[in-house]
């Protein structure tokens, strides 16, 4: 059992940054493939970011490259999610992400899921 704990998520304005913590526990395999979802009032939940543990691969929902960035540090088994210029339109709780399949770009391909971590990005 994987257990996920975010951080991070806070009010902040339209241009501003961020950067979300996930922090990783209970995992017994080296191997792991971890993002982060969003999930805006109404909407499904979607992909933002993936990372995966062999060969550091990467992957963003394309209309976020360039404006989110993901990372990890394996020695505190955390995940980060780096987001500059945000825009009202980020406005989601974010969840942390650990799955089976890469890339794993949709929901089904997760195992484990944090609790989410609100960020409010306002005019």
């Known amino acids: 059992q994987v257990q996920l704990v975010e951080s991070g998520g806070r009010l902040v304005q339209a241009g501003g940054s961020l950067r979300l913590s996930c922090a990783a526990s209970?995992?017994?395999?080296?191997?792991?493939?971890m993002g982060w979802f969003r999930q805006a009032p109404g909407k499904d939940r979607a992909f933002v970011a993936g990372?995966?543990?062999?060969?550091?691969?990467?992957d963003y929902e394309d209309s976020l490259k360039g404006r989110f960035t993901i990372s990890r540090d394996d020695a505190k088994n955390t995940v980060y999610l780096q987001m500059n210029s945000l825009k009202t339109d980020d406005t989601a709780v974010y969840y942390c992400?650990?799955?089976?399949?890469?890339?794993?770009?949709?929901?089904?391909?997760?195992?484990?899921w944090g609790q989410g971590t609100q960020v409010t990005v306002s005019s």
């Open positions: 992400a650990d799955g089976y399949r890469w890339p794993m770009t949709d929901k089904q391909f997760v195992t484990y």
């Open positions: 209970g995992r017994t395999a080296s191997r792991y493939v």
């Open positions: 990372i995966m543990s062999e060969g550091g691969l990467l």
